[in-house]
């Protein structure tokens, strides 16, 4: 009779480790694959328009103006994403080179370069779309001289000047790294102690941006 209730708990232990073994979950083994990194650089280029615009008071009325110009601009920076909300980019931008008429019909031909840097801030809107603002200082560089017609004449003329900026921006998500890019940019007048008055510096682009 031993023998068989011996036999007995011995299947019994014997079922019940089975159905043990069964049920267990597996041990977790801990992710070795690395998160993603918080920081991310990354590269764009807008391709767009920009206006710029003066007022300029001369000694000789007929040299006066106040004109604006609208041309391609081009914008190439590089930036850096700290988390999902802040970043900051550095950016070049210029284009092709603007004119403005004074009363006398005289152009004064410009090229208008500007190197900035700025703070971004913004989120991801859908897993592809991410909407950010933008502030920060440009500095503003003006160069050229006074045309009649084609011809040029020895009237050069320079000015730099450090402005603030406030901008809006977009980027959808292609791929992983590669996104659209769109790009609305604004710098604020600053007058200088000339009598020339440069006004808003906009600029209107669409590019793409590459992520590392």
Known sequence: MSMVKT????????????????????LSTPNLVPTAALMVPYL???????????????GDPGQS???SDSQTGLQLGAGMQFNEMLGAEGFVQGGQRHGYIA?????????VRTFGARLTLGGEIT?????????????????????????????????????SLIGFGMSYRLTDRLALRADADHIFQRRNDKNTGWGNLDFFGL????SY
């Not at 007995?8 to 267990?24: E, N, P, Q, V």
């Not at 503003?140 to 730099?160: K, L, P, T």
């Not at 590019?207 to 590459?210: E, F």
């Open 7 to 26: 036999d007995f708990l011995l299947l019994l232990l014997g079922s019940a480790m089975l159905a043990l073994t069964a049920h267990a979950q597996p």
């Open 65 to 67: 103006m106040g004109a």
């Open 127 to 163: 897993d592809r779309l991410r909407l950010f603002g933008k502030a920060g200082l440009a500095r503003v560089i003006h160069s050229g001289r006074a045309q009649w017609g084609a011809v040029a004449e020895d009237q050069a003329y320079s000015n730099r000047q450090t402005r």
């Open 207 to 210: 590019g793409l941006q590459y």
């Open 44 to 58: 764009f280029g807008s391709l767009g328009a920009a206006h710029d615009s003066v007022i300029h008071i001369a």
């Open 103 to 111: 009363a006398n019909g005289q152009t004064y031909v410009q090229a």
